[in-house]
Nanobody, 127 residues
Framework: QVHLVESGGGSVQAGGSLRLSCAAT????????VAWFRQDRWKQREWVAT???????RYADSVRDRFTVSQDNADNIHYLHVNSLTPEDTAMYYC?????????????????????WGQGTQVTVSS
C-alpha cells in the first residue's frame, strides 16, 4: 500500500512558479513510475508528466520546457516544478503511482494504469 499526499499548490499570477510535492508513505517510490495529472472542472483528467528510475522524464506538449519533475529518494518525495504559469494551467494536480515496482519499460500516460493517487493540490493562475 502506498499513501500519497500532494502539497504546494496555490494561487499565483500568470508567469509565476510553484513547486508541487508528492510525499509517499508505505512503500518507496524508487523504481516505480510516478505520474502527474491535472484536471480542471468539466474537463477530463490530463496527463502532465511521468518519471521513473528506469524511464526518463516525459512531459505533455502543453507543459514541456515549463514544468520539470525531480525526486528526493531519501525522503520519498517527488516534485513537479511548474514555471511560467498561464491561466490554462489552472487545475487540481494529482500525483499517482503504480501497484508495483519495475526495472524497465515506459511509464504509462493513462490514469487507469495507476493504482495509488493522492488527494490533489489546487493550482489557480490569474491573468
Amino acid at each position: 500500500q502506498v499513501h500519497l499526499v500532494e502539497s504546494g499548490g496555490g494561487s499565483v499570477q500568470a508567469g509565476g512558479s510553484l513547486r508541487l510535492s508528492c510525499a509517499a508513505t508505505g512503500q518507496t517510490l524508487r523504481h516505480r513510475c510516478v505520474a502527474w495529472f491535472r484536471q480542471d472542472r468539466w474537463k477530463q483528467r490530463e496527463w502532465v508528466a511521468t518519471s521513473a528510475s528506469f524511464d526518463p522524464a516525459r512531459y505533455a506538449d502543453s507543459v514541456r520546457d515549463r514544468f520539470t519533475v525531480s525526486q528526493d529518494n531519501a525522503d520519498n518525495i517527488h516534485y513537479l516544478h511548474v514555471n511560467s504559469l498561464t491561466p490554462e494551467d489552472t487545475a487540481m494536480y494529482y500525483c499517482a503511482t503504480t501497484y508495483s515496482a519495475a526495472s524497465a519499460g515506459s511509464c504509462s500516460r493513462l490514469p487507469g494504469d495507476y493504482i495509488y493517487w493522492g488527494q490533489g493540490t489546487q493550482v489557480t493562475v490569474s491573468s
